[in-house]
T-cell receptor
Framework: GENVEQHPSTLSVQEGDSAVIKCTYS??????FPWYKQELGKGPQLIID?????GEKKDQRIAVTLNKTAKHFSLHITETQPEDSAVYFC??????????FGQGTTLQVKP | DSGVTQTPKHLITATGQRVTLRCSPR?????VYWYQQSLDQGLQFLIQ???????AKGNILERFSAQQFPDLHSELNLSSLELGDSALYFC????????????FGQGTRLTVV
């Protein structure tokens, strides 16, 4: 069935280091892959997304890569800052309206 | 602020009761999505409406129903509530029907006692 696996479940880095979160999806029809950041007490915030016809997308300190053959996509955050601390969710969608979310990664950036 | 408004922010009710959660999408968005977030299940898709019509359905319980009104706001109705229904309920909206660039509201925290 439809499934998105996300790793790691927790990630702790020093301020200034890079953080990488990886996801694997099962539905080969998936063609849209967003990443959301959720801070405590708030709703998920869309931070970057990528479509299946693109291999990489970058927005300042955030980048996402997609390997459709392997059904993998990853979020890369460079020069991490304490305000990057949050729960990050990957998701996959076959453009049907439904987003299948990973289980989330709690990122802690230590000052 | 995503522009998606959900009310109420918190709701405490007893088992067996019925509640209605409300969502106003961002201006110009035609799609509304409902998600449930619990500690053990993560973010689960419930249902989507696009321009007033049901578009996609997830594992939504029969005790739950939703609708989207002509002004595009949406309501999620939860009935015969059980302790296990306690969760965060999020509404999201997007311009098109495909689920892309969906923006989430702040959520409604439902506690069933």
């Amino acid at each position: 069935g439809e499934n998105v696996e996300q790793h790691p479940s927790t990630l702790s880095v020093q301020e200034g280091d890079s953080a990488v979160i990886k996801c694997t999806y099962s539905d080969s029809a998936s063609n849209y892959f967003p990443w959301y950041k959720q801070e405590l007490g708030k709703g998920p915030q869309l931070i970057i997304d990528i479509r299946s016809n693109v291999g990489e997308k970058k927005d300042q300190r955030i980048a996402v890569t997609l390997n459709k053959t392997a059904k993998h996509f990853s979020l890369h955050i460079t020069e991490t800052q304490p305000e990057d601390s949050a729960v990050y969710f990957c998701a996959a969608s076959p453009n049907t309206g439904k987003l299948i979310f990973g289980q989330g990664t709690t990122l802690q950036v230590k000052p | 602020d995503s522009g998606v408004t959900q009310t109420p922010k918190h709701l405490i009710t007893a088992t067996g009761q019925r509640v209605t959660l409300r969502c106003s999408p961002r201006s110009g968005d035609l799609s509304v999505y409902w998600y449930q977030q619990s500690l053990d299940q993560g973010l689960q898709f419930l249902i989507q409406y696009y321009n007033g019509e049901e578009r996609a359905k997830g594992n939504i319980l029969e005790r739950f129903s939703a609708q989207q009104f002509p002004d595009l706001h949406s309501e999620l109705n939860l009935s015969s509530l059980e302790l296990g229904d306690s969760a965060l309920y999020f509404c999201a909206s997007s311009v098109g029907p495909g689920g892309t660039e969906a923006f989430f509201g702040q959520g409604t925290r439902l506690t069933v006692v």
